[in-house]
């Protein structure tokens, strides 16, 4: 879907209507045009279709700046969400580009097996201190998705190490998402990744409800109360699995992909850690998405009072500037490692790369010298503020949630029921696909899957720590109307 503005306010186009700084609330003036790919004139001949028709999805970004993707035929995209939560200090900072350059100078690539550098030492320190001490020991990986496997590793050998070979199941939550390797998809909810690969999955995971009070808090129900359901049914899972071969209850604090920036409520974090105490069992958090400042704090399990006993991160670890992600092992672990004077059998060739941590640290200490927790608090509650005022109205808006500089908006066919569209709508995908396009040029992340079963839509916003308030305002101008013109085309069409 392609639009194009009317001729009726030729600066429309030119980001100058009055009152708002890239296009008017009202939608009427935008005509609709079919894709290339849709209209039956195009043919193959065409240079740019034959790429449309390879990528369809895909546009060639030639530079970056600040809150803003550079395109090929020139357009500049708002990148309103980091790609996937991963840009957090915007693209093209001149200090982490030196950083990596001079560590690049130094020493490129060294074998963590035998080894150590500086950076590496730096970061450590870093990371351990923003825990207060909690965590003693780091592995600095390449993914969320090494870091989730790795840690699911780290939960099994602990319990070796503790004389407790028996601990080899899991519980985690439906709805969930911890990366793409067979140990992650084994340990997430997220039924359409998961589904080529279910053969292969191993089978000693099991999954309760998520902590979704939208869609599962009963009418009148007090947190406390639905604190209480959820930790009954971890409490249950424990007795179903025999509580002696659990080693490990995993989550996201705030639940990215899968759900849509879905927090939990006052509480549940320390209900459910204190039935992993009951039973012996750890608590791993998986904060590679809502993790390193996105919510507000560095480490999202600040705001919950609870401290888990493994942790992954990555993404906003460094930016995007190098692909880094974490392990984080508390006291806990670590004590029980050097008692038995054993290491975590476990590495990859590019662990503690030298680029990666002098990319990270560099990020991290811009974020803490320029205060950027606190703004992404700030401008993350204005944000909440408009999105609330100006879609809490919308017919098809059934929540917005998040906190931070992560919030989610689920779009669902019926207000007051809930009821999600039709999966065959591929509503949240439109959405992205619509405000990529002009005159919205902008990015938003989109995901399917947030109402359980493959159903529900939504689509997130997680901007850059430094946006701006004025940034702010056009993020929302023009997600509201990318959603206005999605719909009526949809209503148009007869297709809800």
Same mark, same amino acid.
């Given at each position: 879907? &392609?639009?194009? +503005?009317?001729?009726?306010?030729? &600066? *429309?186009?030119?980001?100058? =209507?009055?009152?708002?700084?890239? &296009?008017?609330? =009202? +939608?009427? =003036? *935008?005509? *609709?045009?079919?894709?290339?790919? =849709?209209?039956?004139? +195009? +043919?193959?001949?065409?240079?740019s279709l034959t790429k449309r028709e390879v990528h369809p999805r895909r546009l060639l970004v030639v530079r970056g700046n600040g809150n803003y993707l550079h395109l090929a035929d020139g357009r500049k995209i708002l990148d309103a969400c980091g790609g996937a939560a991963v840009a957090c200090i915007g693209y093209s900072v001149k200090e982490v580009i030196d950083a990596m350059a001079a560590q690049a100078a130094s020493i490129s690539y060294v074998s963590h097996n035998v080894f150590d550098h500086q950076s590496k030492i730096d970061l450590h320190n870093w990371l351990m201190q923003s825990s207060h001490g909690h965590f003693t020991r780091t592995y600095i990986t390449s993914s969320g998705s090494e870091a989730m496997e790795g840690a699911m590793k780290l939960a099994r050998e602990y319990f070796v190490w503790k004389g407790e070979p028996q601990r080899i199941n899991y519980i985690s939550r439906e709805e969930s998402y911890h990366g793409m390797t067979l140990g992650g998809l084994a340990l997430g909810g997220h039924l359409a990744r998961r589904a080529p690969f279910e053969p292969l999955l191993v089978p000693n995971v099991h999954r309760i409800p998520a902590c979704n009070a939208y869609r599962q808090r009963h009418p009148g129900e007090t947190d406390s109360h639905f604190v209480s359901r959820k930790a009954e049914e971890l409490e249950q899972a424990f007795r179903q699995l025999g509580p002696a071969t659990v080693a490990a209850f995993v989550a996201e604090p705030i639940v990215g992909a899968a759900s849509g920036c879905l927090p939990t409520v006052p509480g549940y974090f320390k209900a459910m850690k204190a039935v992993c105490d009951k039973h012996g069992a750890l608590l791993v958090l998986d904060e590679v998405m809502c993790g390193m400042g996105r919510t507000g704090t560095l480490h999202a399990w600040e705001q919950e009072g609870v401290a888990p006993d493994i942790q992954a991160i990555g993404k906003g670890l460094a930016g995007g500037y190098q692909p880094v992600s974490a392990i984080l092992a508390s006291g806990r672990i670590v004590d029980a490692m050097e008692e038995k004077g054993v290491v975590f059998t476990h590495g990859h060739t590019y662990q503690d790369h030298p680029l990666a941590c002098a990319a990270a640290l560099k990020v991290q200490q811009i974020i803490e010298r320029d205060g950027l927790l606190s703004n992404v608090r700030a401008q993350g509650e204005y944000l909440a503020k408009l999105l609330k005022s100006r879609l809490c109205d919308h017919p098809h808006v059934g929540d917005i949630r998040g906190k931070g500089l992560f919030w989610g908006v689920e779009l669902v066919r019926d207000r007051e029921t809930k009821e999600p569209f039709d999966p065959k709508l591929q509503i949240a995908r439109r959405i992205h696909e619509t405000a990529l396009e002009p005159p919205f040029d902008m990015a938003l992340y989109y995901g399917q899957g947030c109402a359980g079963q493959g159903r529900g839509d939504h689509v997130m916003i997680m901007p850059a720590y430094n946006i701006t308030q004025e940034v702010v305002e056009t993020i929302v101008e023009k997600s509201v109307a990318v959603l206005d013109v999605v719909f009526k085309e949809l209503s148009v069409r007869g297709e809800f």
């Open positions: 879907m &392609l639009f194009e +503005t009317s001729t009726k306010n030729p &600066l *429309i186009h030119l980001g100058k =209507e009055a009152n708002a700084p890239w &296009l008017p609330r =009202e +939608t009427s =003036e *935008i005509k *609709i045009v079919p894709r290339l790919c =849709e209209s039956a004139s +195009t +043919t193959s001949s065409s240079p």
